[in-house]
């Protein structure tokens, strides 16, 4: 039996029907009422029927101000129109469509924090005052009160209710990339001075009560997953050696999957692009050698943590895949291989893996720039244009998934530049409509 068609048990007791999962990627469909709309549907009844054996969403907020960005869904519970009758028959019908080709279906849950732009909060809430310096987009956050923080824990738990009850399979609690609860876990943006900052064993503590309040909300029957940095890739971070000890501790939380990532908006090594200079921590040989960027952090983590492991970002070969895996149970670097950006524009490409009819994908990223030469390239001497060539990219991306949402198929020929103007015109319009019915500063 091919390692990738091979079921994956969970510790809940739920299985897996295959090694390959759509990783969460946040798609901007909602309403300005931050609910599900028929685009959700359209989308995830297109990759449940494309072979993966589990799909994860984009990440869902649980506050209404502090979106990741618009268009994201929100089951915030100080808003009832974000749970209601009307909004959990939205839930309902997008659980439907996305599990219509036998997979599991989870909600990741998420706060973004200190990383929710100008254009959707002018007050993001973060563990402590420390801006996020990027194009001038975030503004200063404020720290959050303890009562704040307790009442969040609740949000989180809250909302995975929500899911179980709308028929999701299962949840992921959104733990990196530089989002609120990644932004406790580092010493950079986690300056408290009471029980929730300063040791590691405190900028854990919202982690860990997040867990056991998210588990007990869902029952031990739920699959209940974690996305965690491997690593914040910058200076005075969240470091690998941080992630080991808080995998040992998480060792007796229940946790069924934990997805290994790394990076934030500061240093986004998932998106290819490596920020500012002076504050990025150095890659190795080892590293940059390997197909996906995290799985030598996978093959550390795999030593500590006793639970299932998923590693996304970089595959684009069965090769690499199956390497990955291992021959067998608990020889290989993870357990599920995540796929994010080939099944954008290939929604089928786990089918197409599963069936033998393919070994591999095309990576589009080295010819997804605004120019191939000059100071506009992705080759050019500028942090600044590094960052909007890694922007439009990921714009290109992003407006392959409206297409698919559409019921079309992706638009591969699309240029970069117009893909751009597309998706910041969506973001604006988003934003606006959002801010009429829900207005904060």
């Known amino acids: 039996m091919d390692v990738l068609t091979q079921p994956l048990a969970l510790p809940c007791g739920a299985v897996l029907p295959n090694r390959l999962a759509k990783a969460a990627m946040t798609e901007g469909l909602a309403d300005a009422w931050l609910r599900a709309t028929p685009a959700h549907e359209r989308l995830y009844r297109t990759w449940s029927e494309g072979g993966s054996g589990l799909l994860i969403s984009g ?76 194009l001038g987009n975030y503004a200063r956050p404020r720290a959050l009160t303890e009562g704040e923080i307790v009442d969040l824990i609740g949000r989180f738990a809250h909302a995975a209710q929500v899911v179980r009850e709308s028929g999701f399979t299962g949840v992921q609690v959104h733990g990196a990339h530089g989002y609120l609860i990644s932004s406790f876990l580092s010493p950079v943006t986690n300056q408290r001075t009471d029980d929730w900052g300063g040791s590691l064993a405190n900028r854990a503590r919202f982690l860990l009560e997040t867990l056991r309040a998210v588990r007990k909300a869902v029952g031990r029957d739920f699959p209940m997953a974690l996305k965690l940095n491997s690593d914040d890739f910058r200076k005075g971070g969240f470091t690998h050696e941080d992630c080991l000890q808080v995998v040992a501790w998480l060792n007796g939380e229940g946790v069924d999957l934990l997805e290994v990532s790394g990076g934030t908006y500061e240093q986004p090594r998932l998106i290819g692009f490596e920020g500012r200079s002076g504050d990025a921590m150095p890659v190795r040989r080892s590293t940059r050698a390997r197909e996906a960027y995290f799985l030598e952090y996978a093959s550390a983590i795999r030593r500590v943590a006793r639970m299932p492991l998923m590693v996304t970002g970089g595959f684009r070969t069965r090769a690499g895949m199956t390497a990955a895996l291992g021959d067998a149970p608990d020889e290989g670097d993870c357990d599920m291989i995540g796929l994010g950006r080939p099944l954008c524009w290939m929604p089928d490409f786990p089918l197409q893996l599963l069936t033998g009819e393919k070994d591999g994908i095309e990576n589009l990223d080295d010819r997804l720039r605004l120019r191939e030469r000059g100071w506009l390239s992705p080759q050019g001497s500028s942090v600044a244009a590094k960052a909007l060539n890694a922007f439009a990219a990921q714009s290109w991306y992003y407006c392959q998934l409206f297409e698919l949402a559409k019921g079309k198929p992706a638009a591969v020929s699309r240029g970069v530049l117009s893909t751009l103007w597309e998706y910041l015109g969506a973001e604006l319009k988003a934003a606006y409509a959002t801010r009429r019915v829900y207005p904060r500063g």
């Open 59 to 134: 990440n869902v907020q649980v506050d209404r101000f502090d979106l990741e960005r618009p268009g994201n869904v929100a089951i915030d519970q100080t808003e009832p129109r974000t749970f209601d009758a009307e909004a959990r028959a939205r839930l309902a019908a997008w659980a439907r469509a996305g599990t219509v080709g036998g997979n599991q279906f989870w909600v990741q849950l998420a706060h973004a924090g200190r990383q929710s732009p100008r254009y959707v909060t002018g007050r993001p809430l973060a563990p402590s005052a420390v801006q996020l310096d990027l």
